[in-house]
């Protein structure tokens, strides 16, 4: 069920303010693109103009095309509702519905949808979303406890669990481990292993190891300089990058001599 | 006084001199004290001897910490001192508020003062105000249920919609501008609308609800605007990335996570406009009988009860002992402590609601 996309000469603005230019790649289906890159360069704008959560902040537009499944997602026919709900979102910082229980945090994609179902499929629903997101064992007891009641990387498992719940087509993560400790940071990327066989998932991180770690292809993105929109300097399969890099600027990089 | 020798290097002075704790305990001892004495002595009245002991706490305590404690000391203690003053100096009149409206006005409150209303009541016959208390209850309801749909829809554009727009800028300054109107405009402007409506004659409570949620209207955007602006953009955008429509992000989202609030801000802002009494003075006018229609006829609200019973208190009864005040005064500060009784349990709803509305962790 998972899609790839296209992305051609894409400009992301913020206002009169260009964010990142000029970015071409094709993200691969079920494979995990990693982005690297200094603070600032244009990782997430990039990552939330893919399911179109770039335009909730007011006066931010798009230019060029991003296309998912022969479709161009900035057409001025296609319902940016209904592509979030194809294409999923997990944040940098875990963000539960603090008036939810587990379970319904769970099943809010659902329920926020007022999609009528079942005890019996909702229940089946959290299951699985919740074992998919590795969470279960730990609070199979409690699903009706709030969500917030939850540690740090226990709630940002239980945003996944609420992600993949709806059955995305592809899901973004923004820095998914950067407030985890090591601990929940390896259960979140042996998550995304198992997910990768049905999923398409694009992941932004600061974490260099993690990149190599969990990503088939990785994209550099970086600044020419401050001030200047950010570009993509390099997009190639994860081996590549990190063994040996076409781009002089991405090896430095990589190896930590600068950004 | 200050200390000349540097200390020597590699030495780390953390103990410094302290008064004792029970050190502004005896100098607010010795203040009242001294200031007694001298109120005794010159035969001052009980004014001075407070402001004056006040003056000496504050200025004492803080020149004893300053020989003792330094310099940074004696400024701590003289802005403590200084707090807690002006906190003890707002607290006297509430104090002194509750205990008059309740020394004078118990002795009025039985169950017939609040089953009987005035109608035929002549002299010191039992009267009451359960006219008033059904019209103040029935004009502020009314009032409410226009103000808060409006007040709440107003703020939802404003945070959620409206962003940065030149609309939701005009919106914020006419109601900033709402806020400020003097209660009587609002009366006048709800009589002048329903004058030029119904006639010259009319006097109806549901004119008293009009003008009253002209001034219940901002305190509701305001307070829900400050509540909408707490929910952190996090919630909101969690809920887009799932596939939510922006509608359903804030009922089903943004408005149960800050409802307690909301709804808090509401009770207060009923609680602020129940005690009004110009724009009803104007519109729904005074009757001493019992009106259940909002739509008809005049309709009396408490605050209007006690204008009307203090300014035209009868006649005192002729045998009654010299000194006697006339019946209104007694029934006045009566109606005053119901009222008093009805804004304290809005607040304390207002408490509870909060309370179990509110964001629960663990």
């Given at each position: 069920?998972a899609k790839?996309?296209?992305?051609?000469?894409?400009?992301?603005?913020?206002?009169?303010?260009?964010?990142v230019?000029?970015v071409n790649?094709?993200?691969?289906a079920r494979s995990?693109?990693a982005f690297?890159?200094?603070?600032?360069?244009?990782?997430?704008?990039?990552l939330r103009?893919?399911?179109?959560?770039?335009e909730?902040?007011?006066?931010?537009?798009?230019e060029?095309?991003?296309?998912?499944?022969?479709?161009?997602?900035?057409d001025s026919?296609?319902?940016?509702?209904?592509?979030?709900?194809?294409?999923?979102?997990?944040?940098?910082?875990p963000?539960p519905f603090?008036?939810?229980s587990?379970?319904?945090?769970?099943?809010?994609?659902?329920r926020?949808?007022?999609k009528?179902?079942?005890?019996?499929?909702a229940?089946a629903?959290?299951?699985?979303?919740?074992?998919?997101?590795?969470?279960?064992t730990e609070v199979k007891?409690?699903l009706?406890?709030?969500g917030?009641?939850?540690s740090?990387g226990?709630q940002?498992?239980?945003c996944?669990?609420?992600a993949?719940?709806?059955?995305?087509?592809v899901l973004l993560?923004?820095?998914?481990?950067?407030?985890?400790d090591?601990?929940?940071?390896?259960a979140v990327?042996?998550?995304?292993h198992?997910?990768k066989a049905?999923?398409?998932?694009?992941i932004?991180?600061?974490?260099m190891?993690?990149a190599?770690r969990v990503s088939?292809?990785?994209?550099?993105?970086?600044?020419?300089?401050?001030g200047?929109?950010?570009?993509?300097?390099?997009f190639?399969?994860t081996?590549?990058?990190?063994?040996?890099p076409?781009?002089?600027?991405?090896e430095?990089?990589?190896?930590g001599?600068?950004g | 006084?200050?200390?000349v020798?540097a200390?020597?290097r590699?030495?780390l002075?953390?103990?410094?001199?302290?008064?004792?704790?029970?050190?502004?305990?005896l100098?607010?001892?010795?203040?009242?004290?001294?200031?007694?004495?001298l109120?005794?002595?010159?035969?001052?009245?009980?004014?001075?001897?407070?402001v004056?002991?006040?003056?000496l706490f504050?200025?004492?305590?803080?020149l004893?910490?300053a020989?003792?404690?330094g310099?940074?000391?004696?400024m701590?203690r003289?802005?403590t001192s200084?707090?807690w003053?002006?906190f003890?100096?707002?607290?006297?009149?509430?104090?002194?508020?509750?205990?008059?409206?309740?020394?004078?006005g118990?002795?009025?409150?039985?169950?017939a003062?609040l089953?009987?209303?005035?109608?035929?009541?002549?002299?010191?016959d039992?009267?009451g105000?359960?006219?008033?208390i059904i019209?103040?209850?029935?004009?502020?309801?009314?009032a409410?249920?226009?103000?808060?749909?409006?007040?709440l829809f107003?703020?939802i554009?404003l945070?959620e919609?409206?962003k940065?727009k030149?609309l939701?800028?005009w919106?914020?300054?006419l109601?900033?501008?709402?806020?400020?109107?003097?209660?009587i405009?609002?009366g006048?402007f709800?009589?002048?609308?329903?004058?030029?409506?119904?006639?010259p004659?009319?006097?109806?409570?549901?004119?008293?609800?009009?003008?009253?949620?002209?001034?219940?209207?901002?305190?509701?955007?305001?307070?829900?605007?400050?509540m909408?602006?707490?929910?952190?953009?996090?919630?909101?955008?969690?809920?887009y990335?799932l596939g939510?429509?922006?509608?359903?992000?804030?009922?089903?989202?943004?408005l149960?996570?800050?409802?307690g609030?909301?709804?808090?801000?509401?009770?207060l802002?009923?609680?602020r406009?129940?005690?009004?009494?110009?724009?009803?003075?104007?519109?729904a006018?005074?009757?001493?009988?019992?009106?259940?229609n909002?739509?008809?006829?005049?309709?009396?609200?408490?605050?209007?009860?006690?204008?009307?019973?203090f300014?035209?208190?009868?006649?005192?009864?002729?045998?009654?002992?010299?000194g006697?005040?006339?019946?209104?005064?007694?029934?006045?500060?009566g109606a005053?402590?119901?009222?008093i009784?009805i804004?304290?349990?809005?607040?304390?709803?207002?408490?509870?609601?909060g309370?179990?509305?509110?964001v629960?962790?663990?």
């Open positions: 069920m790839s996309i296209d992305v051609s000469d894409l400009d992301i603005y913020y206002g009169d303010f260009k964010a230019e000029g790649m094709t993200i691969k995990v693109t690297i890159g200094p603070s600032g360069c244009g990782k997430s704008t990039f103009s893919l399911n179109r959560m770039h909730v902040i007011p006066g931010a537009r798009v060029g095309k991003i296309m998912v499944d022969g479709q161009s997602l900035y026919a296609i319902d940016p509702v209904a592509v979030r709900r194809q294409i999923g979102m997990v944040f940098q910082r963000n603090p008036t939810m587990i379970y319904d945090n769970v099943l809010a994609g659902n926020l949808n007022s009528r179902m079942k005890k019996a499929t229940d629903i959290v299951e699985k979303s919740l074992r998919g997101a590795n969470l279960w007891d409690r009706n406890k709030p917030m009641g939850l740090g226990q940002q498992r239980l996944i669990a609420r993949i719940a709806v059955e995305p087509q993560m923004d820095e998914p481990c950067s407030a985890l090591p601990i929940s940071t390896s990327e042996d998550l995304i198992e997910l049905d999923y398409t998932i694009v932004v991180t600061h974490n190891q993690q190599a088939d292809d990785t994209g550099f993105f970086n600044l020419k300089a401050a200047q929109p950010g570009h993509l300097v390099e190639n399969s081996k590549k990058m990190f063994s040996n076409d781009n002089d600027a991405t430095a990089y990589i190896s001599r600068f | 006084m200050t200390t020798d200390p020597p590699g030495s002075p953390l103990a410094a001199a302290r008064l004792p704790v029970w050190a502004p305990g100098v607010a001892a010795v203040a009242f004290g001294a200031s007694g004495l109120a005794l002595l010159a035969g001052w009245g009980i004014t001075a001897f407070v004056l002991a006040a003056f504050v200025a004492g305590l803080p004893w910490s020989v003792v404690e310099r940074r000391g004696a701590d003289l802005m200084a707090v003053t002006a003890v100096a707002a607290l006297i009149p509430l104090v002194w508020l509750i205990w008059t409206v309740l020394s004078e118990l002795s009025t409150i039985n169950s003062f089953t009987y209303d005035m109608r035929n009541v002549v002299g010191d039992q009267g105000i359960y006219h008033a019209g103040t209850l029935l004009v502020t309801a009314a409410a249920i226009i103000s808060v749909p409006v007040g107003c703020a554009y945070v919609y409206g940065g030149q939701a800028r919106i914020t300054f109601v900033d501008v709402m806020t400020g109107i003097p209660s405009v609002a006048l709800a009589l002048a609308l329903f004058v030029l409506l119904f006639g004659e009319i006097r109806l409570g549901f004119g008293g609800s009009v003008a009253l949620s002209l001034l219940m209207i901002p305190i509701v955007v305001r307070s829900t605007e400050e909408l602006r707490l929910v952190p953009d996090d919630l909101r955008e969690a809920s990335a939510v429509p922006k509608w359903r992000t804030i009922s089903k989202v943004v149960p996570t800050c409802i609030g909301i709804i808090t801000g509401i009770t802002a009923t609680a406009i129940i005690g009004e009494t110009a724009p009803l003075l104007v519109i006018g005074k009757t001493d009988s019992v009106n259940f909002l739509f008809g006829e005049r309709m009396t609200t408490l605050p209007v009860y006690i204008y009307y019973s300014t035209q208190p009868g006649t005192v009864p002729f045998d009654a002992p010299p006697t005040d006339p019946p209104g005064i007694a029934r006045a500060w005053a402590l119901v009222l009784v804004v304290m349990a809005l607040n304390l709803i207002a408490r509870i609601i309370r179990i509305f509110a629960k962790k663990g």
